[in-house]
């Protein structure tokens, strides 16, 4: 995408945050005043409060998911936006998600759950999702590095790397990883490029 449609994407996201936000905010406040209206001041009859009520909490929680899920869909726009290097686009936002990416929390993150993958494919654990695990054995002192690269705060990292690290990890449908049936190779081609976008210098990580 250009810069100029990831911008319309996001002003499109946005509005449907603000919407998402303004409707729940509407509903919570509409099932309060039905809770009082019904139980303290009698004004309208206890069933009807309590229809009211269950209604107004019923699409306050819709809208709560809305939020969430147009806030992961614009992370997500935010990440190709890193990944394609327009940093001009949304700057502020882009650099606050930028250094969420090479956190320490999310390195930490990132790191246990490529060691639970190993792990898993060693010992023949059980995974909340299938993965491959043949392909995970034959890549497992790659997989094992990366994790090492994540540990080491003194080294630097590329946020476009923990992007495409991310990915690796939460695409059900595109990675590599959760391919059963795929080839090795690419579980592996895919390792290489991540860490070469993730540190161009391991000096500090030999040391």
């Known amino acids: 995408m250009t810069p100029s449609e990831l911008t319309a994407l996001l002003a ?5 945050i603000r919407s998402a ?24 009859g ?14 306050g929680i819709v809208m709560v998911a809305a939020y969430k899920f147009y806030a992961w869909q614009r992370e997500e726009v935010y990440d190709d936006i890193v990944l394609q290097g327009f940093r001009h686009v ?14 320490c929390a999310r390195r930490r993150q990132l790191a246990d759950t490529l060691d639970r993958f190993v792990s898993a494919a060693v010992e023949n654990h059980p995974t909340p999702v299938p993965v491959h695990r043949d392909a995970l054995l034959a890549v497992q002192p790659q997989v094992r590095h990366l994790s090492l690269i994540l540990r ?18 939460t695409d059900g449908s595109s990675s590599p990883l959760y391919k059963l049936k795929g080839d090795e190779r690419d579980l592996r081609r895919e390792l290489d490029r991540i860490k070469n976008a993730l540190v161009a210098d391991e000096t500090r990580l030999a040391a």
Do not use: C, Q, W
């Not at 206890?46 to 699409?59: D, R, W, Y």
């Not at 949304?90 to 956190?103: D, E, F, G, K, Q």
């Open 12 to 16: 499109r996201l946005n509005d449907r």
């Open 21 to 44: 936000v303004t409707g729940a905010s509407s509903l919570a406040v509409l099932a309060v005043v039905a809770i009082v209206a019904g139980y303290g001041t009698h004004r309208i």
């Open 46 to 59: 206890l069933e009807m409060a309590k229809t009211l009520a269950v209604f107004a909490a019923i699409g």
């Open 90 to 103: 949304h700057p502020a936002a882009v650099a606050r998600r930028t250094a969420a990416l090479v956190s």
């Open 152 to 169: 080491t705060e003194e080294v630097d990292l590329d946020p476009a790397g923990m992007v495409l690290l991310s990915r690796l990890i």
